[in-house]
């Protein structure tokens, strides 16, 4: 009689033949994540009770009674600070989606995905000014509270006093081998083999311009303090040259309103800077980010330059005329087949403000008297009506050519800009 084999099967030799990190613990951890064990998890949680919770008062009748009785200076500083709170909020999320979205490429990109990913990693809560002059004057003027690292490759020999300041500083210096780098830092833009991480130029918020003193050529200039809510005042010199200087030293501002290309406004700070304006105001809103564009388009000034935000446009002006500036506004003057084909009510708006234009002549002799807040706008809409209602005077340049074609019916807002700054300085 045959017997038949007995099958005998063991799982220890495939057990130990698997990869240690499948094996599974037979009991699970308590703590079942890993990091830091708190014991504060074993008492009772404690949940922060509301004021109005108790039942004693409304929510309404809460926030009525902390902050129905403040005045109207002090309920506009809360508004605008909700306001700015706000945005700062949504940058923060913008900047988180932007980092996951990083952190969710970088995933696919590791388990074999074959979609286009760039080995240069961007900070989203971080500004990369490029270029030798921008990257030099950031260091130089020192405004952005903190720098974290400088990106090079093969940079010009006039980068030296950068590698000086870069030292000074105790900045990391992190030299890349590949050029494409730099150039997803700087998003493709002329870098010159230089790049530095830093924080974003931080703008102060300013209230109004106070009285000047022409002798010492000094002028006021009133800055919101956003942690106390309040206004501090300081003293600002007038930085231009003086070929008689005993002649009265009044300051020039610069205010752009409505200037969305940020070349633009690079091109004017640049200017600016270098004719000798004081100073520029600049809106929080519907106006080109100062950022890294901007500042390469400066050639560096931006960092240089005096530069404040409003978040009251005619507030500010109003105060502005109200402390002795001459806040003179660009436009082009209509001619009368333009009033003609204008509707009866914007007629009568043109009508008045075609009585405050001056001639380019006159700005150099209005200088020497007062001082000035010059506004510019955009190439396509120009200042807004309102802000020219509140102006003082109207200036325009005047087309010189005769001939030819007429297609060209205005100037680059930057170049008008230099050539009214260069007409004031006269």
């Known amino acids: 009689m045959l017997k038949t084999p007995i099958r005998r099967f063991s799982v220890i030799s495939n057990v130990l033949n698997k990869n240690e990190s499948n094996i599974k613990p037979v009991f699970k951890s308590h703590y079942s994540n890993e990091g830091a064990k708190h014991f504060d998890k074993n008492f009772p949680k404690q949940v922060k009770r509301k004021p109005w919770d108790d039942g004693e008062q409304t929510k309404d009748e809460f926030y009525m ?31 988180d989606r932007q980092y996951r979205k990083h952190e969710k490429e970088e995933r696919f990109s590791r388990f074999g995905g074959n979609r286009d990913f760039r080995q240069a990693f961007k900070n989203p809560l971080s500004e990369y000014v490029y270029g030798t002059f921008p990257v030099m004057a950031a260091l130089m003027a020192n405004k952005r509270g903190s720098f974290n690292k400088l990106i090079t490759h093969n940079p010009k020999e006039s980068s030296g006093e950068i590698f000086k300041l870069a030292k000074r500083y105790g900045l990391r210096i992190d030299r890349k081998d590949s050029k494409n780098d730099l150039n997803v830092l700087s998003d493709n833009g002329v870098h010159n083999g230089i790049v530095l991480e830093t924080k974003p130029l931080e703008l102060p918020i300013i209230s109004t311009l106070g009285e000047c003193d022409p002798e010492l050529g000094t002028y006021k200039v009133s800055i919101v303090n956003d942690l106390y809510n309040t206004e501090v005042q300081k003293s600002e010199p007038v930085v231009r040259n003086f070929s008689d200087e005993s002649s009265s030293k009044y300051p020039l501002g610069i205010y752009l309103d409505g200037i969305t290309d940020p070349q633009n406004i690079g091109a004017i700070v640049r200017s600016a800077y270098y004719l000798g304006a004081d100073f520029i105001v600049v809106p929080d809103h519907e106006t080109a980010r100062l950022g890294p564009v901007a500042n390469k388009a400066s050639a560096g000034s931006l960092d240089l330059t005096s530069i404040y935000q409003t978040v009251d446009s005619l507030r500010f002006v109003e105060s502005v005329k109200n402390n002795g500036w001459n806040v003179i506004t660009t436009s082009a003057k209509p001619n009368h087949d333009e009033l003609h084909d204008l509707k009866s009510k914007h007629e009568k708006v043109e009508e008045h403000l075609k009585n405050k234009f001056i001639e380019v002549d006159e700005l150099s002799s209005m200088m020497a008297q007062s001082p000035i807040l010059l506004i510019m706008g955009s190439e396509g809409a120009g200042v807004r009506t309102n802000l020219k209602l509140k102006s003082d005077y109207l200036v325009g340049l005047d087309k010189g050519r005769r001939l030819g074609v007429d297609i060209v019916d205005s100037l680059n807002v930057s170049v008008a800009c230099g050539l009214l700054i260069s007409k004031c300085f006269e």
């Open 65 to 95: 009674k902390k902050y129905g009785s403040i005045s109207e200076k002090e309920r506009e500083f809360l508004n605008q600070k909700v306001d700015r709170q706000r945005r700062a909020r949504k940058e923060r999320k913008d900047a």
